[in-house]
């Protein structure tokens, strides 16, 4: 049996619509999805001890489901980059941190598959980072950090679907979860 851990970002939880549909794709692979939520206020996220906050709050639960779950993350959990590069799991990072070289140093790290996913005016994101980092990226030309593009609200629910398509993709060409077991 496969697991999807889904780590939320600081504004939203684990079922905001990014953080929902791309725990869905993982869910209809047939995982168990385990949505954390924040146990407490969390510190300063752009300064490094963030980091292990961050980790001191999704360790246990990985440790909890065991194996070598999938990470889904937005944002401020993509400073559980560090728990995935340690442990080689999968992951897909929404809206990465990466103007934080904390979260770029453990991106780099990493020997497992990561879909890095954000947007053009997102003051956090950087695509050619991005690239560097990854194969699998998904850019949206104008979106911000909540993935939102300018003009009528359809044109954001648009890119959401773009978001689910490229978490399918991206499980696909990674074999996830192992069709093997």
Known sequence: M????VIPGGKFGPGAPLLMYAGDVAEQRGATVHRH????EFPEFDQPGIQS????????LVDTVGGRP???GKSLGTNAAVIA??????????????????????LDRATA????????ADTFWDGDIARRLSPHVLEVEGADHGMYVPGP???SIAVLGRV??????FLDAVDWPDRAR
């Not at 939520?37 to 407490?40: G, L, T």
């Not at 906050?53 to 246990?60: C, H, K, L, M």
């Open 53 to 60: 906050w961050v980790s001191g709050e999704i360790a246990p």
């Open 70 to 72: 999938l990470l889904i």
């Open 85 to 106: 590069a340690e442990r080689s799991l999968p992951a897909v990072w929404l809206t990465p941190l990466l103007t934080m070289p904390w979260v770029v140093a453990a």
């Open 153 to 155: 609200l359809t044109e």
């Open 37 to 40: 939520s924040w146990s407490q």
């Open 164 to 169: 689910v398509v490229a978490v399918e993709e």
């Open 113 to 120: 598959p990561i879909l890095l996913v954000g947007g053009t």
């Open 2 to 5: 496969a697991d999807a851990v």
